[in-house]
């Protein structure tokens, strides 16, 4: 390795002129995952290798490929476990798509008709809306490769890929609606093709309440449908409501529900309680556990992975012998206190902020959103017993803003100040963890940005 890629000589900003990162974008990966790890100069600012940026290179190439974050930086240990240089992998190598299942034998195909060239002629149709070009598409893959690999490395990583152009700012809301619309369609013609289930137990399938996302869930029950399991898919959004007359008459052996966000892992706990007490083995997933593992241990059921094949693993071995669910951590009374006292002081923090001078050059529907984003996250951290899990939420959001309205943080760190302060007038002493969490958060932005400057 030459010595000039290891010699520290790139600020930040050089950085993120190489990269197109944005620099809220490199702290949360160093603090999150330790790549890249840069030196320090002894006033505090950062300063990178060439090999630090073809670090960073690398991970942007795998979360085109369709791989999150967290699993790109898991592939990058996996190859250096293993001896192999990432950076300079051996020719024979394949890139690793996230959710990857074991494939069957495709058939032979034509020089252009890779799973790669399908999947940008497909994401190129979605993008311009044209669907009789998008359905040519998808049954060519379906007509040359097996249903797990059209799904696994062209559906998933192509809908990752346009769900991360949303939230760069580059791709419309309604270019992801019609894209996954077209994607959910195929996958639920698919289960209705289906031969009836050959293998004894029934799984229901569906997510928690305010949850809208439903491909995973929907591979996922396609997946079991096709390896001859009993599945009944429920969908999006399953209300709580008459839910134990449902499981007294569908008698499910296994109950499997997905959340993608922190408000709804924060009602799937709350389901999969009713679900412990009336006995019925229940396993969870999705991209909120992958972004939060710690989450898992807050669930009352079984976790089924970061990766699809690792969930159909785990299926079939909770219908073949089940297993006890594992002890997981109760809310505690501090915690149950906090909720409450929040839930009925809520109304007169947001009503403060209205009135909060610092606020004003924020807009009317931002701070609508902000309120009601904000507020449903503080009631899912402290459903869940840690107030900790906001702060990737944050992190995200701040990301989202500063794509779409050219947010400043400046800004989020105004509006977190005008809550503390709202906060502080309107919570009493069971509030204490949510001030103390507004004090530790502003603090730690302030110290970002000094170090920064």
Known sequence: MHQAKETPI???KAVVQETGLKPDTLRAWERRYGLPSPQR???????????DIDILKWLMERQEEGLTIS????????LEKEGEDPLHPRPAQEPMVELAGEPTVPGPVAPHDTLHELRERWLAACLAFDEQRSEQVLTQAFALFPVE????E?????????????????????????????????LEALLAATPPPVRSGRILVGCPPDEAHTFIPLLLSLFLRRRGWDVIYLGADIPEARLEETLKSARPTLTILTAQQLCTAASLATMAQLLY?????????GLIF??????ASRIAGHFLGQELRQALQAVEKLMEAP?????????????????AHFQERRARIEAALWEAPRLKTLGRTLLLQGNESFGRDIEAALTLGDIRYLKPNLEWLQGLWHAHIQMPLSLLQEYLRAYLEAAQRHLDEPGQPILSWLHEVIAAFETEQTQEE
Do not use: D
């Open 10 to 12: 790139y600020n930040l």
């Open 290 to 295: 992958n972004r939060l593992p710690a989450l």
């Open 277 to 285: 007490h009336q006995r019925i083995p229940m396993a969870f997933g």
């Open 149 to 152: 690999t059209v799904c696994l």
């Open 41 to 51: 100069t002894p006033s505090g600012h950062r300063l990178y290798t060439q090999r």
């Open 71 to 78: 699993r790109a930086v898991a592939l990058w240990h996996e």
């Open 154 to 186: 062209l559906l998933q990583p192509a809908l990752a890929a346009i769900g991360q152009g949303w939230y760069r700012g580059e791709v419309s809301v309604q270019q992801e609606h019609f894209a996954s619309a077209l994607a959910i369609r195929r």
């Open 323 to 339: 297993q006890p669910v594992a002890a997981h951590q109760p809310v505690t009374p501090e915690y149950a206190a906090a909720l």
